[in-house]
């Protein structure tokens, strides 16, 4: 066995994690979160949480540049100004059969390697904002393959105050690395209209919304317990606008008595299609801020404009 082994594994993972420019992090696009933990801090006015950490492209090969993006909504009320992310990551399982051999024999410290980087992204109270970096994975080190499983570990903290930590796996495929021109991730409030819908109704047929170009809202609350039922009946939304409080649950009554199935369409696509079945009840909690405009479909709808329902989801809505 090669002796040298170990230090040189240590040294892919500097190189695997030194090279972001600009801002950023490194996750999977839907990583499997293995622990989130907000940390206690002296100024309470002062908070933020890691909404979303996605890597493009999703299934990474060794050898690759990638573009990481880490979004973080200011659930404080006071301005952020700077960010510091750090990161530890730990190599766990390497593909290669005698390099995992090898790091069987190193301890958790010489599989590990920490990192910090700074930011001065401006966030105000109920917005969010995004870092985004580019690094350069490495492919192999003296002929063996780095394709294998890791694990990072990232500690958000901003103005000076660690406010929280998630630690997440990532797996670097095996493979001829590919060519990618990174483009930029739209927006969270420009997702797009649903490709298709479950009725005859042309997806044309659903107003795109105009995009917004100050910061959105973005805030984001625990489930309150609370339940607003409302009705659906003779093909309409009963209520055309209700006003709810950020984490309560919206409950959609079906009082046809006929075997008239609805499906209830989201036009911006911020939470996908519900179907409602004939004289049941189906429910959704809102545990973000924001409009939510919906869309009454079913079968043989014969042309008929769907019925149109806005749910307008704040912080302290019923005061």
Same mark, same amino acid.
Do not use: C, W
């Given at each position: 066995m090669n002796?040298?082994?170990?230090?040189?594994l240590l040294i892919i993972l500097a190189v695997a994690l030194s090279g972001c420019t600009g801002?950023?992090?490194?996750?999977?696009?839907?990583?499997?979160?293995?622990?989130?933990?907000?940390?206690?801090?002296?100024?309470t006015n002062l908070d933020a949480r890691v909404v979303e950490v996605k890597l493009v492209p999703e299934d990474i090969r060794a050898g690759e540049k990638v573009t990481a993006e880490l979004l973080i909504a200011n659930t404080g009320i006071e301005t952020?100004?700077?960010?510091?992310?750090?990161?530890?990551?730990?190599?766990?399982?390497?593909d290669d059969t005698l390099a995992n051999v090898a790091l069987k024999t190193m301890s958790e410290e010489q599989k590990s390697r920490n990192y910090s980087m700074d930011f001065n992204t401006v966030i105000k109270p109920g917005t969010n904002g995004k870092i985004a970096a580019?690094?350069?994975?490495?492919?192999?080190?003296?002929?063996?393959s780095l394709a294998g499983t890791y694990v990072i570990t990232i500690t958000l903290s901003v103005n000076g105050q660690k406010v929280e930590a998630r630690m997440m796996p990532i797996t670097l495929l095996s493979g001829t690395p590919?060519?990618?021109?990174?483009? *930029?991730?739209? !927006?969270? %409030?420009? /997702?797009? =209209?649903?490709?298709? #819908?479950?009725t005859p109704v042309p997806i044309t047929e659903i107003a795109t919304p105009a995009p917004t170009p100050e910061a959105? *809202?973005?805030? !984001?609350? %625990?489930? /309150?317990? =609370?339940?607003?039922? #409302?009705?659906?009946?003779?093909?309409?939304?009963?209520?055309?606008?209700?006003?709810?409080?950020?984490?309560?649950?919206?409950?959609w009554d079906n009082y046809d008595i006929?075997?008239?199935?609805? #499906?209830?369409?989201?036009?911006?696509?911020?939470?996908?299609?519900?179907?409602?079945?004939?004289?049941?009840?189906?429910s959704y909690i809102f545990n973000v801020t924001g409009d939510y405009r919906f869309l009454l479909y079913y079968q043989n709808m014969q042309g008929k404009s769907p019925s149109q329902q806005t749910i307008q989801v704040r912080v302290n809505a019923s005061n």
């Open positions: 002796k040298n082994l170990p230090l040189i801002s950023g992090s490194e996750s999977p696009k839907n990583p499997t979160i293995v622990e989130v933990q907000k940390i206690d801090h002296e100024n952020i100004t700077n960010e510091t992310i750090e990161i530890k990551a730990t190599v766990k399982t390497l580019v690094f350069k994975t490495i492919e192999q080190m003296q002929g063996r590919r060519e990618f021109t990174p483009v *930029p991730t739209p !927006a969270p %409030t420009q /997702t797009p =209209i649903p490709k298709s #819908t479950p959105t *809202p973005y805030v !984001a609350a %625990t489930p /309150t317990g =609370i339940i607003r039922p #409302t009705r659906i009946k003779s093909d309409k939304f009963m209520e055309s606008l209700i006003k709810i409080d950020v984490g309560d649950k919206l409950l006929t075997s008239l199935k609805y #499906t209830i369409v989201e036009q911006d696509g911020k939470i996908s299609n519900i179907t409602l079945l004939p004289t049941k009840k189906v």
